[in-house]
């Protein structure tokens, strides 16, 4: 495959073609991985610069920076920008693409058209939402509540709506394309008890996404008729009813936010044991563990509405629920505890965030259990406790466990390493930064701050400054890598093929890998965890 | 599909290059079909879901409404989908036993039924419309007197659902329409036999998937109340 008027680098996906042409038109998982990079980067961009508009207004009680109209725009576009154009395809749409054909040992995706299809997709939903930003935003919050959407708002709710019904689809045809891919291009050997975490945490997602997103995209599409054409299913004065959109929606956007959690508990499954030098602590209750949150997330979804009018026993029964997520959750932390115990623990940039992970999906997921206690989510119900405890999921959780990724996975991706003390600096400052942001927000919400209020009681600005302060240093924290990391593309240190010297079918090809990623298909004999054998250079490998 | 590795050497084309064999990208893209399928049951599956409790909700009103759908419109669109189910199954047969002409023909026929399906449609959603029978455009309902109906709200609410599910279902069928097309001008150009024939295999699928959600809007919206079948 090399050619010989190129001797200096290796032929690989990066190389192989230029021109705009060539990435456009590319069914290569690996290339379609960086198109989606690129998109979600811009999205996250946009969704953040309008949650430092909120926090910029929230810093003085008087609602003094901008209109309460355009403060409501602000947060609905802000959670529609960052839950479905950056969060639901963040890891699974750039690192499972970039990762679940290597980590099985396939050439590609089952269906690579199908994949550059979806990102198509993205990109259309993605227009329309820009579109619908500048032509006067949306204001329905990101829940787009009935009758509140349906009938009272003279916004851009059906752009809205179709940016994320079509976004929904590309989502959709991802977890086709994945589970379909592990079902059915697993290189010989590689068992489903072989398989790597990070790809059962993907085909966890993929269950979600194939079995939810449909009924948001109907539930969305029946809002759009009811404003389009005036149909009436949730329209009360005619005997519909509103709940039944809650319902509805909740089905889906509950389980969402598994989509938006359980890949990052993938990459933080590779990350621990490679820089524990341990094989990962108790695999089967792991692997189980990821599809036991995806089916339970489906059986969970009113606990939204405890407030909203369902009836008490419906109302225990969703609680209990609830309570019992927590179970697979917790094994997940105490597996990653466990995988650390008496290893060798080195502390790069990727392990920091893993770290960071760890403890703030743990706050994340105990205040998870506030919530959906009956008595407790009343008092707390649509206060910034809620907000924090989410953000602490979302952000401290699916955002961090996303840079683990992209910092232990770039010398795959890019072939150079990024500068190991800037990696650290930042997981730093994101760590302070975000902890700034959002744990005053526990308490500005437990005494009794609402959400989506655009002014609010003097006595709360303490910490609203403090929240916003954070969210300051969170942007110098998230705008660093984006500045080192595309330093580094030209100027990193070269990789090699395994600088972690880490176990796992990526590590044993080439960096950046060749277009088909495998020379000839591997045979699998062992799973990917076994650091007990893995010599590293400095320390003396550790028996399990 | 054993021995689809011995696929003579026209089929070569037709693997892709990922794939290690035949066999194995026909077992990828038919589950692909499946997934596929799930989530369109999830699809639909909202808007049943919302139906049955609604029905709940307004029983009065759903047999109100169901009184003015034409029995007999609905009635033969069901057979026209079943025989167009059973022209697929034959085109899909056809193709697994290599009988290239029979393949175009089926599928021309299942074309047809699929135009006569919508055809019928547009006549009924036609006289719907004339008929004030379409929710939030000044929706009127008539009992059996000639009277505004007491379940006029209700009946809208109805009518909002028959609307959403059948126009739902025929942009489906439109699709389905559009895809057995494609697969036809294909199978026309000899591109499907035995040993490669799982695009015509997948459009069937889901050809037979649109039909059977047919068959569970017929009952639902057309035969609540049994005053056709009972005279």
């Known amino acids: 495959m090399a050619s010989a008027a190129v001797p200096l680098e290796r032929e690989n996906y990066l190389n192989k073609e230029y021109g705009i042409g060539s990435w456009l038109l590319t069914t290569d ?134 940016a994320i019904f079509i976004a929904g689809f590309s989502s959709i045809l991802t977890g086709l394309n994945f589970i379909v891919t592990v079902h059915r291009m697993r290189a010989p050997g590689m068992t489903w008890s072989r398989l790597p975490l990070f790809v059962w945490a993907n085909y966890a997602t993929a269950i979600i996404q194939v079995l939810g997103t449909p009924v948001l995209a109907i539930t969305l599409m029946l809002v759009a008729l009811e404003r389009i054409f005036r149909l009436g299913i949730f329209d009360p004065q005619r005997g519909g009813d509103p709940l039944l959109f809650q319902h509805l929606f909740w089905f889906y956007s509950h389980p969402a936010v598994y989509i938006m959690i359980l890949p990052g508990m993938g990459v933080v499954n590779e990350i621990v044991p490679c820089f524990s030098r341990k094989r990962v602590f108790g695999y089967r209750f792991m692997a189980l563990a990821v599809i036991a949150i995806a089916v339970l997330g489906f059986l969970v979804w009113a606990h939204h509405m405890f407030v909203a009018g369902i009836s008490l026993y419906a109302a225990m029964v969703f609680s209990l629920l609830s309570y019992f997520v927590a179970v697979p959750s917790a094994i997940k932390v105490f597996n990653w505890t466990a995988t650390m115990y008496k290893g060798s623990v080195s502390f790069d940039t990727p392990m920091l965030y893993a770290l960071g992970f760890i403890g703030l999906f743990m706050m994340g997921g105990l205040t998870g259990l506030f919530v959906a206690a009956l008595g ?26 996303y840079l683990a990724g992209i910092h232990f996975w770039w010398p795959k991706i890019s072939g150079r390493m990024y500068p190991e003390f800037w990696g650290k600096l930042a997981a730093m400052i994101i760590f302070v930064g975000f902890n700034l942001t959002f744990f005053p927000q526990f308490v500005l919400g437990y005494l009794g701050m609402p959400r989506r209020y655009w002014q609010y009681s003097p006595e709360f600005q303490v910490l609203n400054v403090f929240s916003t302060a954070g969210a300051t240093i969170l942007a110098v924290g998230y705008l660093l890598p984006m500045a080192y990391l595309l330093w580094s593309m030209r100027y990193g240190k070269i990789a090699g093929d395994n600088p972690w010297n880490a176990a796992g079918l990526e590590w044993t090809i080439s960096s950046p890998p060749t277009t088909f990623n495998f020379d000839e298909t591997p045979i699998v004999t062992h799973e990917a965890y076994n650091y007990g054998e893995i010599d590293q250079p400095k320390e003396v490998p550790v028996e399990r | 599909m054993s021995d689809s590795t011995i696929a003579v050497d026209t089929h070569e084309s037709d693997l892709q290059h990922h794939f290690a064999n035949l066999e194995q990208q026909q077992e990828a893209s038919v589950m692909g079909m499946w997934v596929f399928l799930i989530t369109e049951i ?104 000639g009277q505004p109906s007491p379940y006029t709200s209700e009946a809208e609410v109805f009518f909002s659902f028959y609307w959403a599910m059948t126009g739902f279902h025929a942009l489906h069928m439109v699709i389905g329409v559009g895809l057995v097309s494609w697969i036809a001008f294909l199978a026309w150009r000899g591109r499907y036999d035995a040993h490669y024939f799982t695009p015509v295999e997948n459009v069937g699928l889901y050809w037979h998937f649109v039909d059977l959600v047919w068959i569970y809007l017929y009952p639902l919206l057309y035969l609540i109340s049994n005053k056709h079948l009972s005279g």
């Open chain 1, 29 to 162: 998982h690996k290339r379609i991985a960086l198109l989606y990079l690129l998109s979600i980067t811009f999205f996250f961009f946009i969704g953040g610069f309008f949650a430092l508009l909120i926090r910029l207004e929230l810093l003085t009680p008087a609602g003094d920076l901008v209109q309460a109209d355009t403060y409501n725009k602000l947060f609905t576009m802000h959670g529609q920008v960052m839950v479905f154009f950056f969060l639901i395809p963040s890891v699974p749409a750039v690192l499972g693409n970039f990762l679940i054909p290597i980590m099985i040992g396939a050439k590609d995706l089952a269906f690579p058209r199908i994949n550059l299809l979806s990102w198509y997709l993205y990109a259309i939903g993605g227009l329309f939402m820009l579109y619908t930003i500048v032509n006067g935003g949306v204001d329905t919050g990101w829940t787009f509540y009935t009758p509140l959407s349906s009938q009272f708002l003279d916004t851009q709710v059906v752009a809205a709506a179709l």
């Open chain 1, 376 to 401: 407790i989510d009343v008092h707390v119900h649509d206060t910034y406790f809620v907000v924090a405890h989410f953000h602490y999921i979302m952000v401290g959780g699916m955002v961090i466990a």
């Open chain 2, 42 to 145: 999830m699809f639909f599956g909202g808007m049943f879901a919302g139906y049955m409790i609604y029905r709940h909700l307004h029983y009065q009103g759903f047999v109100q409404g169901s009184l003015h759908m034409d029995f007999w419109w609905g009635t033969i669109n069901t057979v026209v989908l079943l025989c167009s189910s059973l022209t697929m199954a034959m085109a899909v047969r056809a193709a697994q036993t290599s009988q290239r002409k029979a393949i175009v023909v089926f599928l021309l026929v299942t074309i047809l039924f699929g135009l006569a399906f919508l055809g019928i449609k547009v006549i009924e959603y036609h006289s719907h419309w004339v008929e004030h029978q379409f929710p939030g455009h000044d929706f009127h309902l008539l009992d059996e007197k």
